[in-house]
């Protein structure tokens, strides 16, 4: 679904990733982990729309995406969330929700004017998605609320929730347990297990959480100074040497 091919990202002589190369594919759970400063966010960036690689290609569904923008790769498909919520905090969860299909005909001027029954009737089905949504992710109690007033763990759910208004094939989560407590933390790994299984969505997720990478994901990337250390099953990336080394800040003597 998804190729990296040897993408570099530099900052003013800074190189935040370097040479970074793999592959996603679909139906996949795939975890990207590694050290703040790693280069992770920066990769996600780029694979978004919101930087330009300084060099390198980006492959999405089989086509070079590389310099397409945010918005159009979201018409492709492929969505982000971000690492703290970007909820319209005031309008309520419902409307969030609701604001998310692109091309609603009740966005044109003209279409309010002069086809008002086609804008209703698009409504309704916005809408009942949106409940349908809010039904899943347990939020149902929360659908009129001010968006800003739910807890972190809603949000992220919210977050979660706005991929699912979309035709999404790839999501990338970016740090989705990031101030969650741990009874959310548990349903939302529920919700995107449910998505990934049930309804074929493909996920990348960033996540300094070591439980929530174990139970969700196959394959794990692990990074470390703009570069790709290794990449396979959580207990391989796990025991590898320079991954405990790197990420852990564990040497083979300590972890023996």
Not at 70 to 76: G, N, P, T
Not at 212 to 229: F, N, S, T
Request: net charge negative; charged share 25%.
């Amino acid at each position: 679904m998804l190729e990296l091919d040897q993408l570099v990202m530099d900052f003013s002589g800074f190189r935040a990733v370097n040479g970074c190369s793999f592959r996603v594919d679909e139906g996949s759970i795939t975890g990207l982990i590694g050290p703040n400063g790693a280069g992770k966010t920066t990769l996600f960036n780029m694979i978004a729309g919101a930087l330009q690689p300084t060099s390198g290609r980006i492959r999405f569904l089989g086509e070079d995406v590389t310099n397409l923008a945010s918005h159009e790769l979201f018409h492709k498909g492929l969505v982000r969330t971000f690492q703290i919520p970007h909820e319209f905090h005031k309008l309520t969860t419902l409307e969030n929700l609701m604001m998310v299909p692109p091309a609603q005909p009740g966005e044109s001027l003209f279409s309010n004017w002069f086809a008002w029954g086609r804008v209703k009737a698009a409504e309704a089905e916005v809408e009942k998605k949106a409940y349908e949504t809010l039904a899943f992710l347990e939020l149902s109690h929360v659908a009129h609320e001010l968006a800003g007033n739910l807890s972190g763990g809603q949000k992220k759910l919210l977050e979660l929730g706005r991929t699912m208004m979309t035709d999404a094939k790839l999501v990338l989560l970016d740090e989705p347990a990031a101030g969650v407590n741990r009874t959310l933390l548990r349903k939302l790994e529920t919700k995107i297990e449910i998505l990934n299984k049930e309804r074929g969505y493909t996920f990348i997720l960033i996540e300094h959480d070591m439980e929530m990478i174990e139970k969700l994901c196959d394959p794990v990337v692990c990074m470390a100074e703009g570069r790709v250390l290794i990449q396979g099953d959580f207990q391989t990336v796990r025991s590898n040497p320079q991954v405990l080394e790197a990420y852990l800040g564990e040497t083979t003597g300590d972890a023996a």
